[in-house]
Every structure is written in C-alpha cells, then in structure tokens.
C-alpha cells in the first residue's frame, strides 16, 4: 500500500501541531508562578506607594491642624491682651473726665482724648487704628479672617502653606499695629497728664509767689497735723500713678486758689483815684508829719464800695476817728478796713465775698472830704494795702481761669 505525500505531511503538520501545543502548555506551566509572583509584587508596589502618599498626606493634615491650633492659641491669647489693654485705656476715660471737670478751663484746653492716627492700609487697620470702640472691630475681623474650623483640613493641605501662612503673617502685622496704637495712645495721654500736672503745679507755684511777695506765708500743701504708718500705694501701674499726680496738683492748685480767694485783693473803689498812700506823709489836720496806716481814694459820697475780698465782718459801726467804718476777717490773721463810710450796709457776722457792697462812700470821722480810708492788717499790724492791689492785678489771669 503506498502512502500518498499529502497524508504524510498532513501527519507532520498534525505532530508539530501537538508537538508545539506541548511545548506552550509545558512553558505555561512552568512560567505560571513567576507571572502570578511578578503580577502580585507589582500591585504590593502599588499599593505600598499609594500607603506612603496616604501617610504623608495624613502627616501633613496633622500637621496643618496642629499649626492652625497653634496659630488659633496664639491669636486667642494675642486678643485676650489687646482687649484687656483696650479695657484698661477705656476704664481711664472716665477717672480722665472728671479730673477734667475738675480743672475746668485752666487745664480743659491742654487735653484731649488722644487717639491714634488711622492707617490706609485697609478697613481692619483703619478700624483698628481709629479709635478705642473700633480696636474691638478690627480684632473681631481678625479672627473672623483666620478662622477656618468649618473647612475640612483635607481640602486645604495642598494650598495651606502659601495662603495660610501669609494670612497669619497679616494677622500678626496687624496686632503688632493695633499693639503699638494702643501703647502710643496710652504714651500720648501719660504726656498729656503729666503736662496738666506740671501746669497745675506750676500755677499754683506762681500764685503763692505772689501771695508771698505781699508778706504772706502761703504754704503748697497742709502737711500739718499728719502722720501713721507708711503703707504703698495699692493697685493700678504708671498711669494710674500719674493721674495721682495730677490729682494731687490740682488739690493743691484748688487750696492756693482757695486760699487767695479770701485774701484781700480786690479793689474796694475799682476806677478811683489814690489821694494818700501808705506811709509817712504830711497830717492834713496838724500839717506835719505823720503815719498813714492805709490808703486813701478820692470817692464821691454816696458811691458803692466793695468788699476787696471774702471774709467774714467783724465791725460794722463807728470808730473813733474812722467815723462810719467796716472790718472784714479774711483769716490767716488778714483783717481789712473800710473807713469814712456815709451808710453801713452789712453787719456783724455777716459773711461776704469779694466784690459784694458793703457800704457807701462819705466822710464821717477824721477826714477833710469824701474819700475811702482803706486799711489792711496782718496780726493786727497794718500793711501796705498797695502790695495787695499789684498782687490782685497779677492774679487776675490765674484767678480768673478757675
């Protein structure tokens, strides 16, 4: 039997057929393990990279949230100090007031409230920087701007370093500003508190130097009488000290006032001419010489005549050659005299102030004609009354601002 060629190579191609599907299901078989190993080691890779990226993002929210804690901590605790240093300056306006009110028109014109000067840096700085209300704004707007609690952290891990930070960098900026404004405001009113201390003390320095150039002896302070044990000064810090100071000025400055106010400085025969001074002249009734224990003014008789300062009288009648006559107790030993009168019209024991009527012009008593005898004495020595008008004349001003 003869095989044909085409049966035989159709058994080849069969043979190579089965031979190779062998060889691929052999090269399968051996291979398999290393393909599932390399396929598993590829996805632990994968899954070990996308671990490590997970960490590092949580490192790094954790990261931001501690930051965001601390900075919220800091900005708290930055805010608890503006707002007890904004409490304190505010605290100060009303002691400020009434010391204010005390000094009245002396000193009112030598302080404002100070505030600090606005900055056109934005609405937070210039309300911030505008005054003491608005301090609370702007640190209100500060917090409001840096809090961020109501956004998830993971939605800003990526954008937190550039923004966040620089949104803390204004932040701190600005409470340095508002710390600064608020340390000029209180350096500025320290300034001005202790400029109205230096003014009061000064004031008051000048009237007793007057006072004493009439032959007064007008003490600064009643240190008399005082004393028991030192104790320091409770409470408060430098400000506080300095408007003790200036308490204290202004006590002093309303004593010298006081003070000058019951002396005799007036003018009892304002506008009138001196006839007579104080002194030794020529006796109009015995024409020679002799002491003139006041001084004279020409006044027409029935004219008013006032009280040249606050006292209390203690003669109202007549006296010898005083004829019709007033004495005035000024205290300190000062006692004023009125002489000459035509009517009485006060009393004894009555009270008066400077400029009240106490009498009219005549010439009753020792006198050549209508005129005011008028006399001041201290411990019962009379003094030159001229002493007194000058001093009166220079007081004027510093009197007058009371």
């Known amino acids: 039997m003869t095989i044909r060629p085409w049966v035989v190579g159709l058994a080849g191609c069969a043979a190579a057929l089965l031979l190779g599907g062998y060889f691929v299901a052999t090269t399968y078989l051996i291979l398999r393990d290393d393909l599932i190993g390399a396929s598993v080691a590829r996805q632990a890779r994968i899954q070990h990279v996308y671990e490590d990226r997970i ?3 949580r490192a790094q929210v954790d990261r931001v949230t501690s930051r965001q804690m601390l900075d ?10 503006l707002m007890a240093h904004q409490a304190a300056l505010s605290s100060r306006h009303g002691r400020l007031d009434a010391i204010l009110e005390r000094a009245g028109d002396a000193v009112a014109p030598e302080i404002e409230a100070p505030l600090p000067t606005p900055r056109p840096d934005g609405p937070a700085r210039r309300a911030a920087l505008s005054g003491s209300g ?81 032959g007064l002896d007008v003490p600064l ?29 202004l006590n002093r400055l309303d004593m010298i006032r006081d003070h000058a106010a019951r002396m005799p400085l007036g003018n009892p025969a304002e506008g009138h001419p001196i006839t007579s001074r104080y002194g030794t002249r020529r006796d109009p009734f015995f024409r ?29 009648g007549r006296r010898g050659g005083y004829g019709k006559m007033v004495e005035i107790d000024h205290g300190e030993g000062v006692v004023t005299r009125y002489a000459h009168l035509s009517d009485i019209l006060v009393s004894e024991g009555q009270t008066v102030s400077r400029g ?27 003094v030159d009354p001229a002493r007194f008008l000058q001093a009166g004349a220079s007081l004027e001003p510093l009197l007058a601002a009371r």
């Not at 044990?229 to 003790?244: E, M, N």
């Not at 002491?291 to 109202?316: C, L, N, Q």
């Open 55 to 57: 960490a590092a993002l």
């Open 288 to 316: 020679r010489a002799a002491f003139h224990a006041g001084i004279d003014f020409r006044v027409a008789k029935g004219e008013s005549i006032e009280a040249a300062g606050s006292g209390t009288v203690i003669g109202a």
């Open 221 to 249: 302070n009643d240190e008399t009488a005082m004393g028991g044990p030192y104790l320091p000064r409770r409470g408060g810090g430098a400000f506080d000290a300095t408007l003790d100071e200036l308490d204290l000025a």
């Open 134 to 214: 608005d301090a609370l704004d702007a640190i209100a707007m500060i917090t409001d701007s840096t809090t961020t609690a109501t956004t998830p952290p993971s939605s800003r891990v990526s954008a937190y370093a550039p923004t966040a930070r620089s949104q803390a960098d204004r932040s701190d900026r600005l409470f340095l500003e508002l710390r600064s404004s608020l340390d000029d405001l209180e350096t500025e009113q320290m300034q001005k508190v202790r400029a109205l201390a230096a003014n009061a003390s000064g004031t008051a320095e000048a009237i007793a130097g007057i006072l004493r150039n009439t």
């Open 356 to 382: 009240d009527l106490i009498g009219r012009a005549g010439s009753t008593g020792r006198s050549t004609g209508p005129h005011l005898h008028y006399e001041v004495r201290f411990h019962d020595e009379p």
């Open 72 to 81: 919220q901590r800091m900005m708290e605790d930055q805010v608890e100090k």
